[in-house]
């Protein structure tokens, strides 16, 4: 339930009989969507390509509804799921003595405003610096599109304590189930073309959203069997009643071979007829009834549900001993100074430049090792695995990468080759896109996928090539939870190597058996080393 104290404050931002359609789309996205947002967080969920930063930008400002309106009162501000640039206010906030505060909260490091540093930094370091400029700038609405990808367990907790903080009307789009829950009283769930606002954090949203959906189904199904039974019937009397009335006529046409002087006969005669009356109006009676049956049925609106799950069929073993095999060595990392690609041999004598390292022992993979590869935002896991995609021993088209974050210009070149391809193989790809939870007609017809459809569509593309090994750096950002389910059940069955980089343990510890750790402090060399893959146990 919302508080006492929100029901009090008037709401600063609405959406009125709102609806929005794409050019050359052939359905509208949202249609007659009326939602006031009341003060506090309120999460937006729903799958890949339903819509959530439309939204956001909808209520920005970003684009203009094709009908319908929005009603804002005071500034809003969004917060885009990339991290490319960083904001315009970047320096304003950085160099504001009043920022102190929130850099101290978020642990904005003193060099991150240095020029050409904001490419150095890790995708978490930019979420932070971020969602920190934002904060300063104090907006009456705030919305945050996935602010937890990329982040840390540690970055997490210092972004969860300080949205908090904030006392504006806030929108959350994230498929982070945990950080909904504690910060929103409410949630948004988008199911095109509409949308249900519903009290509770998403875990309740949705347990009350699939207890309806399993109701109406449930009744759906009784109503349907019910009119099935009553015509069924109906039908059978029919017959039976059309029996009667051959018989009857029979005996009415038969010369008598005797005489009938009691007039038994005559009176067997009217109490068929009788009969069949009653059985024919029992008839209508009962069609009637189905018929209100399926009106009823009729009337009730059944989420339909799509088949998801997909089998990384061609997927195989490499037969030869190893993928990869490189000696121990030494990269640099940024950190103040232009971060350099080349590697470096470990000093003897312990002796290191100036800038950061990255130093690890000698690395092999297997043709069916499934690694993790863990370490805290900016420790250089991004850095490391560049490294070694550019040194495998296997074919292009049998190697999947799945980068962390997609470009705008690269992700609509994505989409365009897809579309080109023939139409049986993008058929496949597109089944497979479905498989994982999105919906491919309308992906095709987007003028930009979200992150999320990108990389479920990099997925699929990489799926029918019969992959060797699956890269991915941070697999379950940008997800939706259907498609995360998917893609941890495909990957814990998949009989190629894997070498995954991610924050999210209980993904990790269903898909990998071998863990690559990147130990760093502040200030110091990053050292890899080989660990258990215990991951219920603390670093």
């Known amino acids: 339930m919302l508080s006492e104290g929100n029901h009090r404050r008037a709401p600063c931002l609405a959406l009125q009989n709102l609806a929005f359609k794409w050019p050359g789309a052939t359905l509208p996205l949202f249609q007659n969507l009326t939602v006031q947002f ?9 799958a890949n390509g339903s819509g959530k930063t439309t939204l956001l930008r909808l209520l920005a400002g970003e684009l203009l509804p094709t009908s319908g ?7 809003i501000l969004q917060v885009a799921q990339r991290t490319d640039d960083p904001p315009p206010e970047w320096g304003d906030f950085f160099w504001d003595p009043a920022s102190g505060y929130l850099k101290s909260r978020l642990q904005i490091g003193e060099d991150w405003v240095e020029a050409e540093r904001w490419a150095t930094l890790s995708h978490g370091e930019r979420k932070r610096a971020q969602i920190a400029t934002a904060l300063w700038r104090e907006p009456a609405a705030l919305a945050l599109d996935e602010p937890t990808n990329h982040l840390d367990a540690a970055a997490r907790g210092l972004l969860v304590d300080a949205l908090r903080t904030f006392t504006g009307t806030g929108l959350l789009v ?8 504690e910060l929103c009283p409410q949630t948004l769930l988008l199911d095109p073309p509409g949308a249900t606002l519903r009290h509770g954090g998403v875990t309740d949203a949705i347990a009350w959203q699939t207890a309806e959906e399993d109701a109406a189904q449930t009744e759906s199904d009784e109503l349907r069997h019910a009119a099935a039974r009553l015509r069924a019937e109906a039908q059978r009397r029919r017959v039976v009643a059309d029996q009667h009335a ?3 006529r029979g005996s009415k046409n038969k010369k008598p071979a005797r005489a009938d002087p009691d007039g038994r006969a005559a009176r067997q005669l009217a109490k068929m ?3 069949d009356a009653w059985a024919s109006r029992a008839v209508g009676q009962m069609n009637r009834r189905a018929g209100r049956l ?3 049925h009729a009337a009730i609106q059944v989420k339909k549900r799509h088949e998801v799950g997909v089998w990384i069929e061609d997927a195989a073993r490499l037969p030869r001993d190893f993928l990869l095999r490189l000696p121990a060595g030494e990269l640099p990392l940024g950190g103040g100074g232009e971060a350099r ?3 470096k041999p470990v000093v003897p004598d312990g002796r290191f430049s100036p800038c950061r390292s990255l130093r690890f022992p000698d690395l092999a993979i297997g043709p069916s090792d499934r690694i993790a590869l863990t370490g805290d935002n900016g420790s250089g896991k991004s850095t490391l695995l560049r490294h070694l995609l550019a040194r495998f021993a296997l074919s292009p088209s049998r190697l999947i990468y799945i980068p962390q974050e997609v470009s705008v210009d690269e992700s609509c070149q994505i989409l365009a080759e897809v579309r080109k391809l023939p139409e049986v193989e993008r058929g496949r790809v597109m089944t497979m896109v479905s498989r994982l939870g999105s919906r491919p007609g309308r992906l095709l017809e987007s003028g930009l996928p979200s992150p999320g459809e990108i990389r479920k569509l990099l997925l699929a593309n990489g799926l029918t090539r019969g992959p060797h090994l699956i890269v991915m750096d941070e697999p379950t950002n940008h997800l939706d939870l259907p498609g995360i389910l998917c893609l941890e059940e495909a990957l814990a069955g998949c009989p190629c190597a894997l070498l995954l980089v991610s924050h999210d343990r209980a993904f990790l510890a269903k898909t990998t058996n071998l863990r690559w750790h ?3 402090k502040p200030g110091c060399d990053t050292v890899l080393r080989f660990v258990p893959s215990q991951w219920e146990l603390d670093e």
Do not use: I, N, Q, Y
């Open 341 to 343: 690609e080349a590697m």
């Open 246 to 248: 051959a018989a009857a």
């Open 273 to 275: 007829t009788g009969k």
């Open 69 to 75: 309106g929005v009603v804002r009162k005071g500034d």
């Open 294 to 296: 399926e009106e009823s």
């Open 38 to 46: 009341p003060p506090g967080w309120t999460g937006v969920v729903g």
């Open 518 to 520: 990147l130990f760093s």
């Open 174 to 181: 994230s498929h982070d189930r945990e950080l909904l829950d």
